[in-house]
């Protein structure tokens, strides 16, 4: 994973000075928002790690599937359908181990290093302490939400009695396009710019992401939980992600904005995939036969569905941004209810 550098080190934004010379606090010299101010003082009540933890053994079903076939790509492909029960569910297993650390991934590698970009002021919000104190809320969140996964794949390992370890499976599709990106870029002004599109996107699309575990009241009850007390913090995440992108957009240099939101586009174009790289190692571990060929079909199949759909959140903001013709991204492949 490239490391993401030290907005010092670009020159490219006002706050590396101030970071070196550390100003005198002074309460009235940022920029309070009402947003940032309810978020961060009602986080204690409001937060899922400040929540008791409960037994999931205790609420364990065995009869339930632990992933809904619909979210399989292959789900009517012949070969699919003509395994046998006990690789299907073996297969629905592996894909909430996969769905668990394709977000896991994603806390870790993409938006807690853009939160921590964000709490230096990289990019210049002057959104001050109260955004600081938010933000830093929801990097504790989102290690948190970390664990709760890790967790949620482990109850199933051992419910199950199958090993299925996260060490087998890949790097998860959108980290790896956000490591490919960041290493693309030109310049570390480009890369933090990087590092801000893909959070933003991470952090107002995953409702919608979370959404396909959280409504689907087949499937165990521990893993739609997990996806449920996720989700009420993320709604949170957006609305702070929404608040200060809107800020730092109004700060950018046109040729920052024109960065940005083609590294916007490619993210929306990462959030939205299915992980094809995943899903063959899965085949492979299972010993699939034709699980290899099976992929390469689907993958290949123009209008092959993408996982997710929902960018209504995303179109939203661009919105208020005044930007939704500008990003470059063909919004008839998805589904947006927002006018
Ligand atoms: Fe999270
Ligand atoms: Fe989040």
Redesign the pocket.
């Known amino acids: 994973m490239d490391e993401i550098p030290n907005e010092s080190e670009s020159g490219a934004f006002p706050v590396a000075e101030r970071l070196r010379s550390l100003p005198e606090h002074d309460p009235n010299d940022a920029v309070e928002n009402a947003i940032l101010s309810r978020l961060a003082d009602n986080w204690h009540r409001r937060a899922t790690v400040k929540r008791r933890e409960e037994s999931l053994d205790d609420v364990f079903e065995r009869d339930r599937p632990d992933f809904p076939v619909a979210l399989l790509p292959f789900r009517n492909h012949p070969t699919y359908l003509g395994l046998d029960d006990k690789v299907k569910a073996k297969i629905l297993a592996w894909g909430w181990v996969a769905f668990n650390k394709n977000i896991m991934d994603i ?1 870790q590698y993409v938006v807690n290093p853009g939160f921590s970009l964000i709490v230096k002021d990289a990019f210049d919000t002057g959104l001050g302490e109260t955004m600081a104190i938010a933000v830093t809320q929801a990097m504790v ?2 290690q948190y ?1 970390t664990l709760m996964h890790l967790n949620a794949s482990a109850v199933t390992r051992r419910q199950r009695g199958w090993r299925m370890p996260d060490s087998a499976l890949p790097l998860g599709y959108k980290t790896r396009r956000h490591a490919n990106r960041l290493a693309a870029a030109e310049t570390p002004e480009q890369q933090v710019l990087v590092s801000l599109a893909f959070t933003t996107v991470a952090e107002i699309s ?1 409702n919608a992401h979370l959404d396909l575990i959280a409504e689907d009241h087949e499937i165990q009850p521990v893993n739609r939980m997990t996806a449920v007390l ?1 989700n009420r ?2 709604y949170c995440h957006a609305s702070i992600a929404s608040t200060v992108v809107q800020e730092a957009w109004k700060r950018f240099t046109a040729d920052q904005r024109g960065y940005f939101l083609t590294a916007l586009a490619d993210g929306m174009e990462a959030f939205a995939a299915h992980d094809f790289t995943t899903w063959a190692r899965i085949m492979e571990l299972l010993g699939v036969a034709g699980g290899g060929q099976m992929l390469r079909d689907i993958e290949n199949t123009s209008g092959s569905g993408r996982l997710l759909q929902d960018f209504s959140g995303l179109r939203q903001l661009y919105q208020e941004m005044d930007v939704l013709d500008a990003v470059p991204f063909d919004w008839s492949t998805v589904t947006t209810d927002a006018p």
């Open positions: 806390e969140d989102e939400h995953i996720h913090d993320e």
